[in-house]
């Protein structure tokens, strides 16, 4: 441990104990954080200059029925959904007749055990007792929807098989096959099932479609080597392209048709989208949420919606049943108002509305994950809403000390692109966040990064969330590359009633939500924003022990191992809510730039200047138990219309029944705990 590092704990622990603060180090002192970073022109991966890539280089070998399209998921903390396809993803004119696989011919077993020559354990869907599944999908287009030879197209999926393997050890690695004695058997996998362990490292990701650039998100996600993985949906990008395999008209300069272009599809990149993840996905668990490219038929195939993607990727919304059917819109999306306009039906109507797979919780690790849809009723009237509140209630904080969140939409974030489109959710779901205490929330929607410092109301508040958005993961629409607080500044920033939330973003009004707490934009990057780059990345979440996390942002056109944005963050055991964030040396220089250089927030949000920062030497790592535990949560005081004080005025003492030599023991015990850990991550 260096020296710089020792005298800072003295420092640090002076400094908390009057004030409680907890405060743990950025660990790679001398990296330079860009608080905001102006889009490079001659960024490599820009939209017209990156590619999926060619469908035949991603194509199914060797036989129809050998399994392929691998991928797995956490089902509960004892079982995962294995999963994969076996048979052709075929595409034929309307004039043929193709008749669909029948998934009763096709067995779906999975061999497994604890070591790779041991497959001795059998589960076959049909026996007595195996939760399983097995299916197929069609999708049907007009010839006016992209037409083959002036005929409309037939798109028949692969088999999908769904198996879902129980009474699994937490901790355990296990090996794994799957197929069928009559059609042969998969190459042989393995995954470690995820364990309330630390360090644990979540890999971060949104938006990543199929291009080269994808290749490269999914290859240094897997070189950090995650424990699980979370996508924050926006998965294969085929509604990108036309039932016949071209480019939709907006990549060549023409314009979306009337009849909704947007949610035409060429499902065959469904098949290569699962191929190309395969040696991620199947080898690690795939916790997803549909995004806006999951929706693909709102206006066709009777308003059956994430027909695909819950056929492919059902989720443990009930993990008694594995539910592979799609949505009905017209349940709950009103459809006389479309192509024009967004909006649910009756708050009444929709609050009985329960949607397939579009949420849904469950503990992994140290962490309970809530995963949202913001394509769903979302009123405090909704099921979603009610389930929700209740979900978060009753959170076992000594199980699992830390809550993430994760939808599509982002609520934080300064892009023009998709700016405050989910602002109607927000305006509900955000005091839950705040109620209970959640820790972290994850986002994509947005080709670009971004990060907020915790927040609530557009406030800093350590009450509240630290909120990323990771939809740089690189899809071939390229980045998005303008901030609202830069010329030209879009016309809505000058006058709010001309904006309008993206069709596909349902609302209750129809024009969205104009909140009066905060400008609408602001002329400089706005105070809730701490990190924003225009680039394509991915992020890692790395909890240290129950107080403390590592978030990670690494940009594919940099190292792997290179980490742009890289902060510790630290909640004080001794308070209901702060989370406290220091992020590293003082920030380049630029136009843009934000962020104070080593802030530390204290509890009502007010950036505290003065603390130096150094970093513990690395250790190997370790999988010990962890060292505290969180308190109860309740209920926080802070008030979203409160006022900040300037960064050097004094702050009251937080109120704790304990004494100052207390809390200077409580916080030398914690930061030596958080020290010893941080020692195992490194």
Known sequence: MSVQ??????????????????????????????????YDPNYPFTPGGQADIPMSELAKTGPEFAPDQLHIESWTPTSMRISW??????????????????????PSTVKYGTTADDLSTTVTRGDEGVLADAVVYMYKYNADAGEINGLGTVYNSPILHHVIVQDLTPGQTYFYSVGSEEYGFSDVYNFTVPSRKYPFKFGVMADIGQTYNTSVTLDRTAQDNPDALLHLGDLSYADDWLPNGTAQPWFTGGSMPETGGYFLTYQPKWDTFARLTQPLFASVPHMSIGGNHELESVFLMDNQTNMAYNARYPNPQDPEQINTSPNFADQYWEQSLLPGEGRFVSDDISSTIKTNNTWYSIDVGPAHIVMLNNYVPYSDNSVMYKWFDEDLSNVDREQTPWIIVGFHAPWYHTYINHYKENSNMQEYFEPLMLKHNVDVVLNGHVHAYARSPPVYAFQPDTCGPIYMTVGDGGNLEGLYKQYVDQAPVPEYCGNSSTWRPAVYQPT????????????????????????????????LLTFINDTAFQWQWNKNVDAANTWNDDIIVIKNPEENCSNLVVMGTEPAANANAKAQPNVIYNVTGVPLAGVDAAAPESAPETTA????????????????????????????????????????????????AVVLAMFSVQ
């Open 5 to 38: 590092w020792c005298l800072c704990m003295l420092l640090c622990v002076g400094f908390a104990a009057a004030r409680d603060l907890l405060v743990i180090e950025f660990p790679t002192p001398g990296n330079t954080v860009n608080a905001s970073v102006p």
């Open 85 to 106: 396809a076996t048979g052709y993803g075929k595409v034929n004119t309307t004039d043929e007749s193709v008749t669909p696989y029948d998934p009763e011919t096709v």
């Open 508 to 539: 209750y009004s129809g024009i969205g939500v104009v909140d009066e707490r905060t400008p609408f934009c602001y002329a400089e990057q706005a105070p809730w924003s701490d990190y924003r780059d225009p680039s394509f990345g991915h992020g």
């Open 625 to 672: 138990a962890p060292e505290s535990s969180s308190p109860e949560p309740s209920t926080p005081q802070s008030s979203p219309e409160a006022t900040t004080t300037p960064a050097d005025a004094t702050t009251p003492e937080t109120t704790s029944p304990q004494s100052a030599a207390a809390h200077t023991s409580a916080f030398f015990l914690t930061v030596l």
